[in-house]
């Protein structure tokens, strides 16, 4: 099956501002990519471009094997999306807001708004008017205008922003149903890299508007690095007695990190040897390298 | 077109929640109102005084109370208050979508562009329409409490098809405003169009070039001597609805092609 999401060499300036260079995406269908960056690497251009909202400086676009055209054709009927802050009417209510969504997208199916508005827990807001709503629930009532129509697939900005924790996990948990019960792929930016983490099955890297790594969540465990954190009363004897026995141990703050295979391999060598020379571990764990971490050695800690 | 009628409920149902749509409503009853209170004061200059209503005795020698009077000042106030009142609506109708930053939720749907556009325009349409229809049924009503002779079917009739055609010509102007309200997104530069256009009709209107200046059309069919006013030429109608063509051919390739950043 061809892919959900294919781009090739887009790229998008404005004026001297190079927005986006050379992209080129592939999101099979069923996946939720994570499409990671710093603000203003060129995450929403990307999205706009791939929605059709701006044209692409060079390169094409291809939506469920649908090219983008430059007038705004596209396969709107399986495409749901939510576009940086969400925005609604202010003056009409949550359900005016979502029966003007439904009759734009051609939903004959009038159930369709209140099936959203509960999926969404917007119920107790579906007439209030979306003016005097929180950023959160904003949110919801963008979320569930993409979700109004079933789409085949999903393509959020941002998805997380302004919603509290429990909404957040709520979300997590509604995309993640999706993909698996209805075979919705869903493109999702992010700079929430833990979000990403948890809920991507693939990863892209964007940064100053080139994409420097596409990869699977698989191959980003793969490529993550990993340490053995130590602790001890006497990190000084620690690591001089680590030294000693052959290994290279680095001190920082209140840890000593042990990064050599054969120390990762065996820790209950390293706490013999510390058990032996008196200076038991307190802490003795390997740690994987976070999605922050790797981001930020990506690209250069420019965060 | 397809999906043109559910657009254009949706593009009614944001004016009917809308507090444009009274304002603009409110607005509209101004002018035969204040044409009405005109009359009165003419007709019996004593009795507005004593009812509080002028301060000294009104000197107005060239104007009569009659129903000719009464629809030319309406006509005319209709003419050139209508180029502002209309334009405020088509600004309103789509500035708002970028003040309110909902311009994006329209672009990537099934239904297209440009028929969001006609549904729009559409709308614009029938809000003149209905305002144009309350400006004579309310200045009927003024008329007819003021007790001002003079009045004829006939007069009524052609006063009637002058004002529609007024608000037709008029409206025919607002495609640019469209425009100004997308590329500019927002009210500021429609407004400011409207302003501008206002002023540069009676500039041409004091130079004699009027009959080539489409936005100083719809003033071509008030007669300014209360006599009735000639037939408009057909060279001033072709530049109407070239400036019309215009308007709307910018304003669709706006929403089809230009990029929507924000």
């Known amino acids: 099956m061809n ?45 706009r471009a791939l929605l059709g909202m701006i044209k692409p400086g060079a390169g094409s676009v291809k939506l469920l094997d649908q090219p983008i055209g430059p007038n705004g054709r596209g396969p709107w009927r399986q495409v749901g999306h939510m576009v940086e802050r969400p925005s609604a009417y202010p003056e009409l209510s949550v359900r005016e807001n979502l029966e003007i969504a439904r009759r734009l997208q051609k939903i004959a199916d009038r159930g369709a708004t209140p099936k959203a508005i509960e999926r969404l827990g917007l119920g107790t807001y579906a007439d209030r008017k979306a003016g005097g709503l929180s950023t959160g629930n904003l949110q919801r009532l963008g979320l569930a205008r993409a979700l109004l129509h079933e789409p085949e697939l999903l393509i959020l900005d941002e998805p997380a922003n302004g919603l509290d924790p429990a909404g957040v996990v709520e979300i997590r948990k509604l995309l993640a149903h999706l993909t698996k019960e209805r075979g919705m792929t869903v493109f999702m930016s992010s700079h929430i890299l833990t979000e990403v983490d948890r ?100 690209t250069g800690g420019a965060a | ?97 970028h003040s309110d930053r909902t311009a994006k939720e329209l672009l990537a749907t099934p239904t297209r562009r440009e028929t969001i556009v006609t549904a729009k325009l559409a709308l614009i349409s029938l809000w003149v329409l209905g305002i144009t229809l309350l400006i004579f049924v309310l200045g009927l009503g003024m008329g007819a409490v003021v007790d001002i002779p003079g ?18 010509l008029t409206l025919l102007m607002m495609p640019f405003v469209a425009f100004f309200a997308s590329a500019g997104r927002g009210y500021l530069l429609p407004l400011g169009w409207a302003v501008l256009t206002l002023a540069a009709a009676q500039i041409m209107g004091v130079l004699g070039w009027a009959e ?40 669709f390739a706006w929403w089809r092609g230009s990029d929507q950043a924000r």
Not at chain 2, 155 to 162: C, D, K, N, P
Request: charged residues 20%; glycine residues 8%; aromatic residues 8%.
């Open chain 2, 1 to 97: 077109m397809n999906g043109f009628f559910p657009a254009l409920w949706a593009e009614a149902l944001k004016a009917r929640r809308s507090k444009i749509l009274i304002l603009t409503t409110a607005a509209a009853t101004i002018l035969p109102i204040i044409d009405g209170l005109f009359m009165f004061i003419i007709k019996d200059p004593e009795r507005a005084k004593s009812m509080g209503l002028i301060n000294v005795k009104a000197q107005i020698t060239a104007a009569v109370a009659d129903w000719p009077t009464f629809f030319q000042v309406l006509l005319l106030g209709a003419a050139i208050a209508g180029a502002i009142l209309f334009a405020f609506i088509t600004a309103w109708v789509f500035g708002r979508e």
């Open chain 2, 151 to 168: 009045g004829s079917p006939e007069l009524i009739r052609e006063s009637f098809g002058t004002l529609l055609l007024i608000s037709l």
């Open chain 1, 3 to 47: 892919p959900a999401i294919e781009t090739h060499n887009l790229s998008k300036s404005y004026g001297e501002v190079r927005a986006v260079e050379g992209v080129s995406l592939r999101v099979e269908r069923g996946e939720i990519y994570g499409f990671l960056g710093l603000n203003g690497a060129g995450k929403t251009t990307t999205i």
């Open chain 2, 212 to 251: 080539w200046f489409p936005w100083a059309a719809p003033a071509l069919l008030v007669s300014m001597d209360g006599g009735p006013a000639g037939p408009i030429p057909a060279h001033s109608l072709v530049v109407v609805l070239i400036a019309f063509l215009v308007g709307t051919m910018a304003t």
């Open chain 1, 199 to 298: 809920l991507a099955t693939r990863i892209g890297i964007i940064h100053k508007g080139h994409l420097l790594e596409e990869l699977d969540h698989d191959q980003l465990e793969a490529l993550r690095g990993r340490r053995l954190e130590v602790k001890t009363r006497d990190l000084a004897a620690a690591e001089e007695t680590l030294t000693l026995a052959g290994y290279a141990a680095i001190v920082n703050e209140d840890s000593l990190y042990l990064h050599e295979d054969h120390a990762l391999e065996a820790p209950d060598v390293i706490a013999t040897i510390l058990v032996e020379e008196g200076v038991p571990p307190t802490r003795l764990v390997v740690t994987q390298e976070n999605l922050e971490d790797y981001f930020l050695r990506l």
